[in-house]
Nanobody
Framework: QVQLVESGGGSVQSGGSLRISCVISGFPYDTGCVGWFRQAPGKEREGVATIDSDGRTSYADSVKGRFTISQDNAKNTLYLQMNNLKPEDTAMYYC???????????????????WGKGTLVTISS
């Protein structure tokens, strides 16, 4: 059974930085796709960044150059470093996992097999 637990969310001012983490258990890491997704109030869940089993990363246009996804396989942890944060980045951030298939060409929540409960990121102007 795959389990994902996010942490590290919080409130920061516009222009600030934050790193959120996701501990993933029960996932082999040598297959599939893991990534970060977010959902703002009243909006649909959207892809932020993904990393494939071959290390290939993909980012949403809105976060390119500001966010960096990485993973530490020894710690079974996925990270999202977020810099130059903007009020429009305010959302619940979720860690998602797809067990066997590779990541989509661009981050897409459709088809992910497992989800964490999320960590809230709030950016004030």
């Amino acid at each position: 059974q795959v389990q994902l637990v996010e942490s590290g969310g919080g409130s920061v001012q516009s222009g600030g930085s934050l790193r959120i983490s996701c501990v993933i258990s029960g996932f082999p890491y040598d297959t599939g796709c893991v990534g970060w997704f977010r959902q703002a109030p009243g909006k649909e869940r959207e892809g932020v960044a993904t990393i494939d089993s071959d290390g290939r990363t993909s980012y949403a246009d809105s976060v390119k150059g500001r966010f960096t996804i990485s993973q530490d396989n020894a710690k079974n942890t996925l990270y999202l470093q977020m810099n130059n944060l903007k009020p429009e980045d305010t959302a619940m951030y979720y860690c998602g996992e797809r067990t066997y298939d590779h990541c989509s060409a661009s981050p897409d929540p459709y088809g992910m097999d497992y989800w964490g409960k999320g960590t809230l990121v709030t950016i004030s102007s």
